[in-house]
């Protein structure tokens, strides 16, 4: 029997999602997992035909827990199911190894194929990020200083461009609040930024926020 894990800290997410792929593709076998370190216990516990993975995990960005995952078990497919629009994180979940990337409005049938693709060995990328992707294989492609940054440093970016205080990310992604300093020192060094203020109008202008 087919079976799935699904990684989402909201339980109600989790319910619906059991709920509609039942509905689509009939008896399934589900694990469901609420932080990043439930995630990679869960996933390397048994063999899962695929895993849904929200990128938003308490604990560590779930790019992060998909790397580990791709490391340990190369062969299972990983679709990462975000709030976030393709253009914030789509290219980089890919470039990561996931199976794909759906955005958690996208329409169930969507979710379904996306599913049915991984479980198959296939990609599911959608003709936006496709183009996203050939047009980073281009040398003489300018790429937007936010794309050299590493994934923690763009996930604190995001953040900090959501008014979110330095305490309050630290909570969020269990690390201290110096280390959350070291990664906006990087971030200004790096956008050739001088202050959190400039980090928002960054990210506004280019549609991180």
């Known amino acids: 029997m087919t079976k799935i894990l699904l990684a989402d800290d909201h339980a109600i997410v989790r319910d619906g999602l059991k709920r509609l792929l039942t509905e689509k593709l009939g008896r399934l076998v589900f694990g469901e997992a609420r932080n990043a370190q439930e995630t990679l216990s869960v996933a390397l516990r048994e063999d899962w035909d695929a895993v ?3 990128i938003s995990l308490p604990g560590r960005c779930g790019l992060d827990v998909l790397k580990d995952l791709r490391k340990k ?3 299972m497919p990983v679709l990462i199911l975000s709030m976030h629009p393709e253009d914030q994180f789509a290219v980089r979940a890919i470039r990561a190894g996931a199976a794909g990337y759906i955005v958690k409005e996208s329409a ?3 979710l379904v194929e996306a599913l049915k693709r991984a479980m198959t060995g296939r990609k599911f990328i959608t003709p936006a990020v496709a183009e996203r992707l050939a047009e980073g294989m281009d ?3 300018h790429r937007p200083p936010h794309e050299d940054l590493s994934d923690r440093e763009f996930e604190v970016l995001r953040l900090l461009a959501a008014g979110r205080t330095p305490a309050e990310i630290a909570r969020r992604l269990s690390l201290s609040v110096k280390t959350i300093s070291t990664y906006r ?3 200004l060094a790096k956008l050739r930024l001088s202050s959190t203020a400039e980090i928002i109008r960054y990210a506004i202008q280019n549609h991180l926020a």
Request: charged letters at 45%; aromatic letters at 6%.
């Open 52 to 54: 849904v993975l929200d």
């Open 73 to 75: 078990r190369p062969k």
């Open 108 to 110: 169930p049938e969507v």
């Open 139 to 141: 040398e003489d492609f």
């Open 185 to 187: 020192a990087r971030i």
